[in-house]
């Protein structure tokens, strides 16, 4: 039969044609079969045309609903659209199809043809389902979401859906919602239109908008982190309600402000170490008294703690860890500028939230100034408590001592300078003198010493000892002074300059070895509060400076420390009596000045000695002490004394000095003998303290029976009677006990010469 253009035709359509297609005659045999179908459903063509439908792939088309539509629907409906079949295939599978049939007629008598396109539709079935179940899953989160959630549209961010919680956090009704704008319920337009959200999405497709506020309908202001995405058609706005975030975190900051305000209000220095001993906080008083910045500190474990405190610290802070309870010990730290500070140290452990180990806060008090003070009081109680036992033998040990000196020297002149007798007694003075000195530094260590303070030039006065200091330290160790210029005037008792010249100097001759140097030298410095702040044991104001340095042996650090107590000394018994500084420093003490001593093992040792300069001039000029005893011209001397022997000596003494001496043993005698004695009497010499009447009562009474009468004091301690504070009343001649010939005859010559009358 030849093919017609209509077959030719056909027959192209049904093999280009996707779909699956079957071409069945009348007894539901298959005709034609296309190869999508072959393809799609596994079957091979020798085993489809010709066959019964039913039967293609090993009867695996044996489908209920396909026999239902071939053999009861199609006969009488002719066509049908979207059949759907649903069938599991030994091939391939479960699958859903559709299934469009078509019956044509041939005209009468003659037999129909069916055909039957299958379209697959398992896929599009699966991804329907799919969607539907991300929509179900899309919409369970809207509905039950703790944030907000508008979908907007696209064009110009009008409200299409609103979800439970944000009609909840702003308090608007779906009905107020829907279809508004964003700025009408109090959401800050200034997020921009779609496009130029689109401009900050990050790489997950989302633009964040943090913490803006919005309004809600109340007025109350609502804190929000707004994320806006692309859903396709709409843009999906979730609205997070950070509020309270927001309040706690500022409550945290204002907590954490406050903290800091307290340490940094703190006048301790205190420190912050994380959990591995790093420091992380400094306050600012830390820098301040530390030198050292966090910065600076960074880094670097401890670097501020001696070495010698090393093992202390570890070992306490150990302590710390191991016992969980706060600790408090003194140590000592290094300042930047290399200062040793004395420190307590406060440290407890604070719990770090963010890590299993702790950290320390340490509170580092300065207690230098307070162990300095109370050194400085120890040392005060203990100059106290040694001038009272002084003060309690002085009186009548230097009684003790004018007797054997005065004695021993009338004795002496008594014998022939040549005989042995005579060099023994030598001993007994020189014994005498050096027991002397002990009690006079005793005295002056606890600034009990009777003092007449003149007002002078140190350098001249410093001058005119200069050939005596060069005997005391001998021919091996050189002198060099440098005087400075033009020095102020001080006020004081020039023999307190020469004991602290003397001391001075004896203490650098037995530091030096063999030859050596030892520099006296003068100057003015001025401190003011500032260094004075910096510089412990400084006073501020203005000072003449004495310094003797010498290149001895040096002191460490223990012998520093010791260096003023009383019977300190590193010497022989037969060498030091400890006393040398100690007096120094009584002295200087009694005169409002200062002391200060740079020593070290090796090189030597400079102090430095600072008095408060006299506003005003010198006035005092000092004697040379080189001349010969002077003699009396028969004047008449009235010596009281309740001490027998010291008086037994003044007449001796007197006598041999060419004065007409009378005696009282006590102020009545005194005033008896005075008023019955028919000539004139010069001078009253007498003790300060006497049963009855002290010395300047006695004196003042005298005065009014005798008013030409001049006087001189002596006494082996002072008293308030004549002296104030230790400070005797302007013109008053003092005689200190124990005394020799020379002093004695020297005074009286003076009195008698040079004092005017009792105002
Ligand atoms: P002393 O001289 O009787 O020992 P001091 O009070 O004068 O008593 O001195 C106390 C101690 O201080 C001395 O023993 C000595 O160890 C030390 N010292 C004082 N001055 C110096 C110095 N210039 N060089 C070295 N050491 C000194
Ligand atoms: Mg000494």
Redesign the pocket.
């Known amino acids: 039969m030849a093919e017609t253009l209509m077959d030719q035709i056909f027959e192209k359509i049904v093999e280009t044609i996707r779909e699956p297609l079957l071409v069945l005659d009348s007894d539901l045999k298959v005709i034609v079969a296309n190869r999508s179908l072959y393809e799609s459903f596994k079957v091979k063509p020798e085993e489809t045309v010709g066959q019964l439908i039913y039967d293609l792939g090993n009867k695996q088309w044996d489908i209920p609903k396909l026999r239902e539509l071939l053999e009861t629907i199609l006969p009488e409906k002719t066509s049908f659209d979207n059949y759907e079949v649903e069938h599991d295939f030994a091939t391939i599978g479960k699958r859903t199809m559709l299934l469009n049939a078509r019956q044509i007629e041939r005209g009468v008598g003659e037999k129909r043809v069916i055909l039957l396109v299958i379209e697959d539709i398992t896929e599009r079935k699966r991804l329907e389902e799919l969607l539907a179940e991300s929509e179900e899953r899309y919409r369970r989160l809207f509905e039950t979401a703790e944030d907000g959630i508008l979908l907007l549209e696209k064009s110009k961010l009008k409200i299409r859906h609103a979800n439970p919680a944000i009609k909840m956090m702003l308090g608007y009704s779906e009905k107020e919602l829907i279809g508004n704008d964003m700025k009408n319920i109090g959401i800050p337009d200034n997020i921009g239109t779609f496009q130029e959200i689109l401009q900050t999405l990050n790489k997950d497709g989302i633009a964040h908008f943090e913490d803006v506020a919005v309004q809600n309908k109340a007025g109350k202001t609502i804190y929000t982190d707004i994320y806006m995405a692309d859903r396709a058609l709409l843009v999906q706005c979730n609205i997070r309600d950070i509020t309270e975030r927001k309040i706690s975190e500022e409550m945290l900051r204002e907590s954490e402000d406050k903290l800091r305000k307290i340490l940094e209000s703190n006048p301790d220095p205190i420190v912050v170490y994380d959990n591995m001993g790093y420091p992380q906080y400094l306050n600012s008083a830390f820098t301040k008294i530390f030198g050292w910045s966090l910065d600076e500190l960074q880094g670097r474990l401890i670097p501020f703690v001696p070495e010698d405190q090393v093992e202390i610290t570890q070992s306490k802070l150990k302590g710390i860890y191991e016992s969980g309870n706060s600790v408090r010990f003194e140590t000592k730290r290094l300042s930047k500028q290399g200062k040793i500070l004395d420190v307590l140290i406060s440290a407890a452990i604070i719990k770090d939230l963010h890590s299993i180990q702790n950290g320390l806060i340490v509170n580092l008090r300065d207690i230098t100034d307070t162990k300095k003070m109370e050194a400085e009081f120890r040392q005060a109680q203990k100059m106290e408590s040694v001038g009272r036992l002084a003060g309690g033998v002085a009186h009548d040990y230097n009684n003790a001592l004018s007797v054997i000196m005065g004695f021993t020297q009338l004795a002496m002149n008594e014998v022939d300078p040549t005989a042995p007798l005579h060099a023994d007694l030598e001993e007994v003075l020189k014994a005498a003198n050096r027991a002397a000195s002990i009690t006079r530094q005793l005295l002056a260590f606890a600034r009990k010493q009777i003092i007449a303070p003149i007002v002078f030039d140190l350098n001249k006065n410093a001058k005119s000892m200069l050939k005596m200091l060069q005997r005391l330290i001998g021919e091996d160790i050189s002198l060099v002074w440098l005087p400075g210029a033009d020095l102020w005037s001080v006020k004081m008792d020039p023999s307190q300059l020469d004991q602290i010249l003397a001391?001075?100097c004896?203490?650098?001759r037995?530091?030096i070895a063999e030859v050596g140097k030892l520099t006296i030298e003068t100057d003015m410095v001025t401190f003011d509060t500032a260094y004075c702040a910096d510089h412990h044991g400084f006073i501020p104001g203005e000072f003449v400076m004495l310094s003797?340095s010498?290149n001895?042996?040096?002191?460490d650090k223990e012998?520093l420390a010791?260096?003023?107590?009383p019977f300190?000394?590193?010497?022989s018994p037969d060498?030091?009596?400890?006393?040398?500084?100690?007096?120094?420093y009584g002295i200087m003490k009694q005169n409002n000045g200062f002391i200060n001593v740079y020593?070290e093992p090796g090189a030597?040792?400079t102090?430095k000695i600072y008095l408060p300069r006299y506003v005003g001039h010198a006035i005092g000029i000092r004697k040379e002490s080189k001349e010969e005893i002077p003699p009396g011209f028969g004047e008449t001397v009235l010596v009281v004394e309740d001490e027998p022997s010291i008086l037994k000596l003044a007449r001796r003494i007197l006598e041999e000095l060419d004065y007409i001496v009378l005696t009282a043993k006590n102020p009545k005698e005194a005033i008896e003998l005075v008023e019955e004695h028919t000539g004139g009497i010069h001078l009253l010499l007498t003790d300060v303290i006497m049963p009855g009447m002290n010395g300047l009562e006695l004196a003042n009474r005298l005065q009014s029976l005798c008013p030409d009468l001049k006087h001189i004091f002596m006494s082996g301690y002072t008293s308030d009677a004549i002296a104030h504070h230790g400070i005797l009343d302007e013109g008053v001649l003092f005689m200190q006990k124990p005394f020799s010939k020379e002093d004695l005859a020297k005074i009286v010559r003076k009195a008698l010469d040079e004092q005017k009358k009792l105002s």
């Open positions: 001391n001075l004896v203490n650098a037995d530091a003797v010498d001895g042996c040096g002191m012998i010791n260096i003023f107590e300190f000394t590193t010497k060498k030091g009596t400890g006393l040398g500084l100690s007096t120094v020593s030597g040792t102090i």
